[in-house]
């Protein structure tokens, strides 16, 4: 398994600092490999500019988090939008649960496909609203988009704004 590979695969299961990916990485070897930290920022470096990993500043360390174009495997993940505009939490929990004002469920958004090149597109435009306050407004929610099809870890975050 290349190291970049092993990267993604970890931040496919939620977002980790430098340090973490290092030592997680060497466990799934069975500690039979060794990477320097050197060589997991340089990874790191090339998967952000090829547009899969995120940087985040946190509490003075750096958070890499997987993007849209990341998620892997392609296939059908679910996707929603939750309660609370923020992606804080590495495992995106800071999110909330569900956001579903009355009488329909708006933030269930059903499943998104990613191709095999991670892509994925989604659209979905009758039911919302943006920035008018109204209960379907999705302004100050999250979008978040899980493992599965059917839910699970929380893979990728972003806070709904609006400029
Ligand atoms: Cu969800």
């Known amino acids: 398994m290349a190291v970049r590979e ?3 695969a970890l931040l496919r ?4 600092y430098g340090y973490q990916l290092k030592t997680e ?8 490999w060794t990477i320097n930290v050197g060589q997991v920022y340089t990874t790191l470096e090339r998967l952000g500019r090829d547009g899969l990993v ?8 750096k958070l890499y988090s997987i993007t849209l174009a990341g998620v892997e495997p392609p296939g059908t993940h679910a996707l929603h939008i939750h309660e609370i505009p923020d992606c804080s939490a590495p495992d995106g929990m800071s999110t909330g649960s569900h956001w579903n004002p009355p009488p329909t469920m708006l933030g269930e958004l059903g499943t998104v496909e990613i191709a095999d090149d991670g892509t994925g597109v989604f659209m979905k435009t009758d039911l919302w609203s943006i ?23 929380r893979i990728a975050c972003g806070v709904i704004a609006k400029d």
């Not at 299961?13 to 980790?16: I, L, S, V």
């Open 131 to 153: 920035g008018t306050g109204e209960t379907n407004d999705v302004v100050d929610h999250s979008i978040i988009i899980h493992a599965e099809s059917g839910g699970g870890t």
């Open 54 to 61: 995120t940087l985040d500043e946190r509490d003075d360390q």
């Open 13 to 16: 299961e939620g977002p980790r």
């Open 6 to 8: 092993g990267l993604l």
């Open 25 to 32: 990485f060497e466990a799934a070897t069975g500690g039979v």
